[in-house]
C-alpha cells in the first residue's frame, strides 16, 4: 500500500487515490474531513465498473451512519439520472480520473433503478449485525450455540456484577488464596470506586486477555513471562526488596561509617547528612519503615518516574580530608537507585500479575453465565465472527 505523506495543491487528490476501486486503502482523518464521501466514491466507482450492488458491503459502526451511506449513494445515483450531459460526464471523469465513454454515462443513468431493484436494497449495515448474521449463519464453526440469543447491554452489566460478587465471596472466603492475595494487592493501588471500572474494562478487552492467555499455555505462563520481562523473581515481593536493601550484608556498613565521619567534618549540610545517615544505620529494626528517607538523602525526586543521583553528596572541603569518601557515597547512591528501579518492576510485575489473576476468574464466571444460557453480547459477536 501506498503511503501518501504530503499535502498536494488540489485538496481532493488523496480522496480521488483513496476512493480508486483497484487500491486497497486505509483512511485516517479528523472529523469531517471527508471519510464518509471517500466510501461513497469508492462504492460508485465500484458501480460504475459494472459490480452488482449485492456484492459490495459497507460495515460501519452505527446505524445512523449506515443510514447516512446509503442515502448518499442514493441521492448521487438519483441525480445522475437527471443531470445534463456535460456535468454528468465531469462528475464522473472527477471521479474515475479518466475519460468518460458514452456506454458509461448510460450506465449512470441507470444504476439508481439499478439499486432500488436489488433484493433487500444496498448491503450497508453496522458491523454488529453483519457479525450476527455470519454467527447465526456458521454457529457451530464459531463455537457459539445455534439458538444464541444476543444479551442487552443491562443483561451484561447484571452478570458482569454478579461474577465480580462472586470473585470477591471466593476471596474473603479464603477458599482461592492466589485470588485474595491478586485482589489485595490491586485494591492497594486503586481506590474502590474505580475499581468496578477496572473490572468492566477488563471484560470489554477479554478477547486479547484470552488470546494472551491461550498463547502461553495459561495464566500462569502469562505471569511467568511478565516476571522475566521484568526480571523478577517469582518469590519476590516490594516488601522483600526493601527488606533485603536494608540488610547489613547488601550494604557497606563500614565504608559508610567512614563517610560519616568525613561528613562530619564539613559544612552544615554534611553534618545534617551525616548525621541521617547515621540514624539509618544505628537502628536495623527500622530501617524498613525509613528506607525512603534514608534513600532521599542520596537521591533526588526519585518518588517520580525518573529520579537521579543529587549532584552534591558532600562538599569539597570535607572531600579535601577523605578523597575517598566521594566514591563510597557514590556507590550507595547507586545501589540505592538500582533498589528503588527493582523495586518498581516488582510492584508492575506483581500488579499487573494480579490484574491478570482477577481478569481470569471473573471473565471465566461471566463466560460460564453466558453458556449456561445461550447467550452472547455485543463485544462476543465482533470476536466470534
Known sequence: MKKFGKLTADPNHLQNLAASPIASVWVSASAGTGKTKVLTDRVLSLLLTGIKP???LCLTFTRAAAAEMEFRILDRLGQWTMAEDNVLRKELSDLLGSSIHDDLVQRARQLFAHVLDTPGGMNIQTIHA???SLLGRFPLEAGVSPHFSLMEERDSQEMLISAREKLFNRARSGVDKRLADALANVTAHIHETKFPDLLSDLAHTRGRLRRLINSFGNIAGVISNIEGLMSVKSNETVESVIEEASKNKNLNEPKLRLAISALGEGNEK???RGQRIQAWLDEPSTRMDTFFDYANIFLTDFNNRTFNIRSTLITKPALKKAPDVANILADEALRLQRTILHWRSVG???????????????????????????????????LQA
Not at 461471566?366 to 449456561?372: S, T, V
Open 54 to 56: 449485492q456484492r459490495i
Open 130 to 132: 453483519f457479525c450476527q
Open 270 to 272: 554534611d553534618i545534617i
Open 348 to 382: 508492575v510485575a506483581k500488579s499487573t500479575s494480579s490484574l491478570l489473576v482477577l481478569g481470569d476468574a471473573l471473565l471465566a464466571d461471566y463466560q460460564a453465565q453466558k453458556e449456561a444460557n445461550a447467550l452472547i453480547d455485543y463485544d462476543d459477536l465482533i
